[in-house]
């Protein structure tokens, strides 16, 4: 070998997307690449990776990547712009109050980044107004625990879905959100004969693979589990001694249970479910000790999620069912470290370490701090938190690793609101997202360091802290989020109390915190690594918490009966019968949900960089019921405008019998910075629970009307380019540049001389029917292909499949050429991808099938689709009746 060149380095991480917490070894090329695989010593993943886990190597290029800081708008020093926060923030504080400063913070922070904010805000600024994004996310399962167990703890691990014989998901695409646990049901399936339980109104690629789907009316879920309360006490599946033993609250319960749904057919009427469907599921959760209930957006992001996670988790504590092996309910968590967040006590409702306002509380942490300006009470929540912007009450905002003007409810709402602020400040690893675009009187943009750059801990699903670590040079003047704030608390006079050497050092007194004064009081604990060693954190973990300095770490809690709660005993909560809340009128008759796509990330701004993620959902849709589409006269892939009181959007028509008649289905992920309409988040009304504050985002009321555009068409380009303001369009990665699919109101002919004039002096070759409305072209320098475009009346909206295929090759071969030209090329293509991992097609799929693969293992022997992360599975079982039936026919 070359004495010049350094053999590669394998440096074991963890995945930055879900919360799943998959381990990653990461083999960076020298030259700003990565090659990534999964870590089969890691006790999540066991070497697997899903589709977006697996492209993480196609995300880390520093396209796009905010470098360097600027200030309204010009590039400047870290010296002037943290001078300019510090300034500023020392300026209102003085002249508003610290309350007039806020900071809205994110579950893709690491828990050091997190811990440092929280500490800066809560005990020097004095500022008790900290959220985070985690608010949407699952701050009602947070509320959940608390009322029951009177402490944030998720009872359970990962081995239980491994050894549960009944897996009920509620209100969860597991097979797209979390899909290397849905790898771990569908093994359990296969091994033990797990039986998988759905409950959505939707019928997603999850619940096509249930063994039981239960596609109920939206926000009937606590219907659904009065009824199983009800239930479980009338068959004398109650394990009375349990209940006597070690909770409290039973009757009440039960009670309030028995008025909301007295029988099977009070709960099949209240859940518009059939009564032999709530039978079976009564009767298969009774009859089964080992029953795991997942739970996540479904539940938590409505306006009774608390109540709704109350109500499944009282069906467990009836049963006894939780602590066990196989047996619990479980929150399964969105970010990376959504579960850090609620450690450091990142939420407004939080004060730090599981620690919240009880006097004794705020002067523990007051001392432990040596804080001159402890908090005393809870600060705002998101959604009040922006109202309080707009009204003018907080001055100063600073938002930390997330993209509110997309991802927050009533979005166009936010945007201006953010205008009157005295100082806006985004720390952001992106120049561009939509958050980063907005300004106030005073604007800081602050680039921070992205996954494999920076360094630190991130907690999973199931309490299980892992190292994320940098193997890439850090960028530009980019910086850790923890070393940023650490400056401003010096400006500010805090030196000492943020004088950090590295990571380790805050990790170290986070954990003493955890521990101080703890003795078994509070459940998080992890006082045992408290002093560990540099050279300790940067290699010892992944570990579970908790993991006191004196006893042993637990898998799961809760196994001894003993609770948070003053008196040991755990609460059964009576919750409220399904309240109305997306009560649809005539103007608004549809409700629309809003999740997410299985190989994007919230608003794409690291997902959107890989052409593989890129091409399973490349436009902005909604899903509709085929009866509601034909009423409305809407067909497949035709453009309708979506819209509500507080904004709307124009996608996409995906006609599907999956969402129920009346519903709607759009997912939140597009924002202005790639598509021109299409920011769903504007849409959403966001009505917040009133324990946990967590907005409603399942159920608005909506009205669809069609959007008919003349021409529809796709334009593929080396470098990005945005159409004139007029079209519809959204963007997409490809190979080799970036995709467009637009529509317009021009005709082909203008169409056609707007391409000659952005194209000038080099050679286009056109073909063109204006008689008809055809335009193609492709446009070259020499040799080199540097774009391609269709237009087609919209009723024959051209396909890009083939024409992807040809721009992935610089020079494409004189056949290529003419068939780029011809639109008949579109025969020759893979069809739309199903497998992002092997790159695979539906029509190759499909031609596989019908020559005689005849089970998703023969279609992944024949093409390798779905033999990786196994997330498109579902997609390729589904195919295969309908590819046979076609076939006998
Ligand atoms: N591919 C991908 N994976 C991700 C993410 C991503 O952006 N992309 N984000 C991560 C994050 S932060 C999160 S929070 C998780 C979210 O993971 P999930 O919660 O699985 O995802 P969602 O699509 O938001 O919503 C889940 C389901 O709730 C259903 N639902 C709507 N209303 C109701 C109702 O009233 N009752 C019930 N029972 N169900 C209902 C929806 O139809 C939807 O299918 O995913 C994580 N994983
Ligand atoms: N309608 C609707 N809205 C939703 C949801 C829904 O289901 N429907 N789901 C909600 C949920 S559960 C969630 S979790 C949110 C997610 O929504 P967001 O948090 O707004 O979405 P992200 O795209 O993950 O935003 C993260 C931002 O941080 C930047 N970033 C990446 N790494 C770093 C870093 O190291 N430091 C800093 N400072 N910045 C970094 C990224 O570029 C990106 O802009 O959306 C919520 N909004
Ligand atoms: S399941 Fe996928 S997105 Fe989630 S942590 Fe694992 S690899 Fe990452
Ligand atoms: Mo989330």
């Known amino acids: 070998m070359n004495a010049h060149v350094q053999a590669p380095t394998t440096v074991k991480t963890t995945c930055p997307y879900c919360g799943v917490g998959c381990g990653v070894l990461a083999t960076p090329d020298g030259q700003g690449g990565v090659a990534i695989a999964g870590d089969t010593g890691h006790p999540a993943n066991f070497g697997r990776l899903c589709s977006k886990g697996s492209a993480l190597g196609e995300t880390v290029s520093l396209d796009g990547r905010l470098l360097h800081p600027h200030v309204d708008g010009a590039r400047t020093s870290w010296e002037a712009a943290l001078g300019t926060v ?100 569908i093994d359990a399936r296969q091994k033990r004969g797990t039986k998988l339980v759905v409950v959505d109104p939707r019928r997603t690629q999850t619940g096509e693979e249930a063994d039981l789907f239960l596609g109920l009316e939206p926000g009937t879920d606590t219907a659904l589990f009065s009824g199983l309360l009800v239930h479980l006490a009338a068959t004398g599946a109650v394990d009375a001694r349990y209940v006597a033993d070690h909770t409290s609250g039973f009757d009440g319960a039960l009670e309030r249970a028995a008025a909301i749904a007295p029988s099977v057919a009070a709960t099949a009427a209240a859940t518009g479910l059939s009564e032999a469907d709530v039978a079976a599921f009564f009767a298969l959760f009774s009859g089964t000790e080992r029953v795991v209930t997942a739970f996540s957006q479904g539940a938590n992001q409505s306006a009774q ?25 479980f929150s399964l968590t969105g970010q990376p470290n959504a579960m850090g967040g609620r450690e450091v006590g990142g939420l407004a409702n939080m004060l730090a370490a599981h620690m919240h306002f009880a006097p004794e509380e705020v002067d523990r942490v007051r001392r432990f701090w040596k804080a001159p300006n402890i908090i005393t009470g809870e600060g705002m929540k998101a959604v009040a938190l922006f109202e309080a912007v707009a009204r003018g009450k907080i001055k100063a905002l600073w938002v930390m690793g997330t993209n509110p003007i997309v991802s927050m409810p009533r979005a ?65 003047e980019a910086r850790a989020d923890w070393a940023i704030i ?14 950090y050497p590295n990571a380790a050092a805050i990790f170290r007194e986070h954990a003493a915190l955890s521990a101080y004064e703890n003795n078994g009081t509070r459940d998080f604990d992890i006082g045992g690594l408290a002093d560990i060693p540099d050279a300790t954190y940067a290699g010892t973990l992944p570990l579970q918490w908790p993991l006191p300095k004196r006893g042993k770490a637990k898998a799961r809690l809760f196994a001894d009966g003993r609770f948070y709660t003053f008196d040991g005993r755990a609460r059964f909560v009576a919750v409220q019968a399904p309240a109305l809340a997306q009560a649809v009128t005539e103007a608004e008759p549809f409700v629309l949900n809003t999740g997410r796509v299985r190989d994007h990330w919230h608003t794409m701004t690291r997902t959107g960089k890989s052409q593989r993620l890129s091409a399973h959902r490349a436009v902005p849709f909604v899903e509709i019921h085929p009866d509601d589409a034909a009423r409305l006269g809407v067909q497949e892939g035709d453009l309708a405008r979506v819209s509500t009181p507080h904004g709307s959007a124009i996608l996409e028509a995906m ?87 637009f529509a317009t109101q021009e005709s082909s002919r203008a169409v056609a001389l707007a391409m000659r004039g952005l194209f000038q002096g080099l050679e286009l070759a056109e073909y063109a029917d204006h008689a008809r409305g055809h335009y193609r072209c492709a446009v070259y320098d020499g040799a080199r292909l540097v774009a391609c475009l269709a237009l087609a009346p919209s009723a024959a909206k051209p396909g890009w499949e083939a024409a992807k295929a040809y721009f992935a090759q610089a020079e494409p071969e004189p056949a290529a050429r003419r068939a780029l030209l011809s639109g008949r090329a579109e025969s020759a293509s893979a069809g739309p991808t199903v497998c992002a991992c092997h790159g695979v097609g539906l029509d190759v799929i499909t031609g596989v099938i019908a020559a005689g693969a005849g089970s998703v293992e023969a279609v992944g022997a024949a093409c390798k689709a779905g033999t990786n992360c196994g997330s498109c599975i579902p997609e390729i079982r589904k195919l295969l009746p309908q590819v046979l039936a076609r076939n006998a026919a």
């Open 86 to 185: 510090a300034g500023s923030l020392r300026k209102i504080a003085e002249q508003h109050g610290p309350d007039s400063i806020a900071f809205y913070l994110s579950g893709q922070l690491l828990t050091e980044d997190y811990y440092v904010a929280n500490k800066l805000a809560k005990g020097f600024l004095g500022t008790p107004h900290v959220d985070t994004n985690s608010r949407l996310c699952m701050s009602s399962a947070v509320a959940a625990h608390r009322r029951a167990f009177g402490s944030d703890t998720v009872p359970g691990c990962y081995e239980d879905l491994d050894e549960a014989d009944v897996i009920v998901l509620v209100g969860s695409n597991t097979a797209w959100c979390h899909p290397i646990l849905f790898r771990r049901m």
């Open 305 to 329: 999620g608390t109540d709704k996670g109350n109500a499944i988790i009282n069906c467990h504590l009836a049963t006894g069912r939780i602590g066990r092996p196989g047996a619990g309910p």
């Open 412 to 476: 166009d709402a936010i945007r201006e609101s953010i205008k009157g602020l005295d100082l806006y400040v985004v720390s952001e690893a992106v120049a561009d997202s939509d958050t980063a675009r907005a300004t106030g009187k005073k604007t800081v943009l602050l680039p921070a360091l992205a996954w494999g750059e920076k360094d630190g801990t991130v907690t999973n699903s199931e309490r299980r802290i892992s190292r994320q670590r940098a193997f890439l040079k850090p960028p530009g």
């Open 486 to 499: 650490a400056d401003v608390a010096k400006r500010l006079g805090h030196g000492a109390a943020f004088a």
């Open 655 to 741: 006609l599907t019998d999956g969402v129920r008649r009346g519903n709607l289905f759009a997912s939140f992920h597009w924002s202005d910075a790639t598509a021109s309409d299409a920011r769903v988040g504007a849409l959403v009304r966001g009505v917040p629970d009133p324990v946990s504050g967590q907005p409603e985002l399942k159920a608005t009321p909506a009205a669809l009307t069609p959007a008919p555009y003349r021409n529809r068409g796709f334009l593929l380009t080396r470098a990005e380019y945005t159409p004139p303001s007029g079209w519809w369009w959204a963007r997409a990665t490809v190979e080799g540049g970036s995709g467009l699919q």
